[in-house]
């Protein structure tokens, strides 16, 4: 699609424009939208950026400006076009071009045989060649251009019938607005694909789900068939959605069939040209069966390592005349298969639900499962998050339930096999009081979860304990969750100022405990006595104190019970702080038993004073920004961050135009590639880190 000319001069341009923005005039706007789409393939369709994310914005910008300036130049295809307004009130039925149809599907190598078999006979030939890409576990969408213009988008639906969604797919950026199509006598098409949403993303949404106490996607199939059919585009486009274009179902020609018509391959191979992100460098070709076996079992054993989930490989006869000469059932066509990998689902009995009490007194229902194998783990014990998902699964005791685990994602429950009920299942009876202390229970309004308000629940007192010596918060480590539980059940524990009051003498009688693990106990525990302020507010498990506003908040004050006399409204004006936060943060320093743990802690020797105030600013590393990836093995990544921050540095989460240092441990993964990537990025060793303080 673009040759090394083309992209020289295009580059070329970008950077006189971003030297030089003033250079630009009006009678370039056409070409100022080549070069963002240009660009946008770049990062979108080929993972492969030439400018910043910054750089880019600048250039949107631009163009943005430029059209508003003069309406009258915009056209429907612009970068800017893709921004929607308003929200869609109801997303109408559109009827497909040609039915989509689903696949057969095959399980093994003698699957596969005997459809070659098929294959060869349906087709008079003696070998048969065949196209492999992946099956991709997303959405399925069919998209329709004419005279270029991407014209409609719709979701899969019956096959026969959709919804169109076209506003919300214009939201994915590797779907191109417009596309050469005419170029080859192509006045209609109508192509299919899939909507996916990758891994990383999926993780990335899923934590944000459950830091809001709201049961996670299952998996991120669901994740992008949901994100399809949301009302608000722009709340599409956060979702950073990705789409595979995969199959040409429809075309009405001006002329003859191009060549790369005539077989599945090449028309992949144009769509890639046209700027389409289809599977060219996935997709392999083979003289016949043999091949297709050992290609589909790669892709089988590689699985995890991909950046998206797929649940198998689409084996396609190549011809597309043979296509036509196998023809289809009313359920699928002939000449394509579905290779299915090994099931990452099973299904076990429903036996009991227990209610766990979590720090902050969520009760979290339990669901015990018959232990079941999937994909190599066992899976006994499913989170069920809150009362709504067990109504919505209208889940009871003694179902039959089927169990999915896909790649890293925790087990999840998808439904209940309802057609096995024998009429012997229990409801779930959700408990009105704490299983725990007794307390009655309690659902604020604008919540999922119903709460255990009594802050001395002894569930809630232990989970605040574990949280308080855990890695990122306290981080003393011989003092994990079973110790933390045992202690607390012999009674030589019974809160968090009693960790730097334990009984040694006690616990060195104890079975395991010889003088060796006694003496790292101490030690640890003395240890964390150092730890700076932001751990200890970390540490205290402030409800929606994560780790970032622990440190916006012990920033903020010369000791920590100067929290005392800080009003919601001050609290407010902090980064990051909003009502929620704000509200709980008054409430937690508003309560005298928290106060008093403090003045009890500081007695032990914790130091709740602000020691980095007034150093930061000014420090050697003032402004600039840094991110820790791959294996450290100078220093530990927490001591490096705080010396950047005890410096004056700023931490980054990610990688974009905004970094300054990416400091590369060993084994740097995909953060260092997206680095390189970036010019303005100095990508640096763990030496010349140390090298920056002298
Ligand atoms: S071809 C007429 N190719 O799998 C044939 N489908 O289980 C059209 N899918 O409905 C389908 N990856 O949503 C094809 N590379 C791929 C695919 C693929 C995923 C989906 C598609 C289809 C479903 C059938």
Redesign the pocket.
């Known amino acids: 699609m673009f040759t090394s000319d083309i992209i020289r001069s295009y580059q070329e341009q970008t950077l006189e424009w971003l030297r030089t923005p003033s250079s630009f005039d009006i009678q370039q706007i056409a070409q100022l939208r080549d070069i963002l789409k240009f660009h946008e393939h770049r990062y979108y369709v080929e993972d492969n950026p030439l400018i910043s994310d910054g750089e880019y914005d600048i250039l949107y910008k631009l163009l943005e400006k430029t059209e508003e300036d003069h309406p009258e130049l915009i056209t429907s295809d612009s970068p800017t076009q893709r921004v929607a307004k308003g929200l869609t009130s109801v997303f109408t039925t559109v009827q497909h071009l040609v039915p ?4 057969e599907n095959s399980y093994n190598a003698e699957d596969l045989r005997d459809w070659d078999r098929k294959a060869r006979e349906l087709t008079g030939l003696d070998t048969v060649e065949y196209c492999v ?4 576990d997303g959405a ?1 969408i069919s998209l329709i251009y004419e005279n270029d213009l991407l014209v409609r988008a719709a979701t ?1 639906g019956d096959g026969v019938e959709g919804e169109e969604i076209t506003t919300n797919v214009k939201q994915i950026r590797s779907v191109p607005l417009s596309a050469p199509f005419s170029k080859f006598g192509i006045q209609q098409i109508e192509i ?1 694909g ?1 909507v996916l949403i990758n891994k990383n993303n999926f993780a990335a949404y899923n934590a944000q789900l459950v830091a809001q106490n709201l049961a996670p996607l299952a998996n991120p199939r669901n994740a992008a068939s949901g994100s399809l059919r949301i009302k608000d585009p722009k709340e599409v486009g956060r979702r950073n959605l990705e789409a595979f274009l ?2 040409v ?1 429809d075309v009405t020609l001006t002329g003859e069939m191009p060549a790369a018509l005539q077989s599945h391959s090449a028309s992949l191979e144009l769509l890639w040209n046209m700027g389409f992100r289809s ?1 060219v460098k996935q997709m392999k070709v083979f003289p016949g069966i043999d091949g297709v076996i050992d290609y589909c079992a790669g892709f089988e054993a590689g699985r995890d390592e991909l950046p998206y989930e797929i649940d198998g490989m ?1 084996i ?1 006869v190549n011809r597309n005349d043979l296509q036509d000469k196998m023809g289809m059932t009313t359920h699928h ?1 002939r000449w ?1 298969m ?1 290779y299915k990998f090994r099931a990452r689902q099973g299904t076990s009995i429903l036996r009991r639900v227990e209610f766990q009490v979590g720090r902050t007194g969520s009760i979290t229902p339990v669901a015990k499962i018959d232990p079941v194998p999937i994909g190599g783990v066992t899976v006994g014990s499913i989170s069920l998050f809150n009362e709504d998902v067990v109504r919505e699964k209208d889940l009871h005791i003694g179902d039959t339930v089927l169990v999915e685990r896909a790649g890293d994602v925790i087990p999840y429950i998808v439904k209940p096999l309802a057609e096995l009920r024998t009429g012997k299942e229990e409801p779930i009876i959700f408990p009105t009081n704490c299983p725990v202390c007794g307390d009655a229970l309690f659902k604020p309004e604008d919540e999922a979860v119903w709460r255990c308000i009594n802050l001395n629940c002894e569930a809630q007192v232990v989970e605040r304990m574990i949280h308080f010596v855990s890695k990122d918060a306290m981080d003393i480590r011989s003092l994990g969750e079973s110790n933390i539980r045992k202690f607390y059940d012999l009674k030589l524990l019974h809160d968090i100022p009693g960790i730097y009051a334990l009984d040694f003498e006690a616990i060195g009688k104890l079975e395991g405990f010889g003088p060796k693990s006694i003496t790292n106990l101490q030690e640890a525990i003395e240890k964390s006595k150092q730890q700076p302020l932001h751990r200890i507010i970390f540490a205290l498990g402030i409800r929606y104190v994560g780790e970032t506003t622990a440190k916006v908040l012990a920033r903020a004050v010369e000791h920590l019970l100067d929290f005392r006399n800080y009003s919601e409204e001050k609290l407010r004006e902090l980064e990051d702080v909003g009502t929620k936060v704000a509200g709980s943060i008054h409430q937690f320093f508003s309560n005298q038993d928290n106060l008093h743990l403090l003045e009890q802690l500081e007695k032990a020797g914790l130091n709740l004073k602000n020691t980095q105030k007034g150093q930061v600013a000014g420090g050697s590393l003032s402004g600039q920004t840094f991110l820790f990836t791959g294996t450290l093995t100078r220093f530990k990544r927490s001591e490096a961050e705080e010396l950047v921050e005890k410096n004056g540095g700023k931490l980054l989460s990610g990688v974009s135009s905004k970094l300054n240092y990416l400091v590369a441990g060993e084994e740097a993964g995909s953060k260092l590639e997206k680095a390189k990537k970036i010019p303005t990025v100095r990508v640096i060793t763990e030496d010349e880190f140390l090298q920056l303080f002298g």
């Open positions: 989509m149809l689903s696949l890409e992946p099956k991709f399925s899969r299919r899939e995969y199959h179902s599977p689409v396609k066509p394509a579905a």
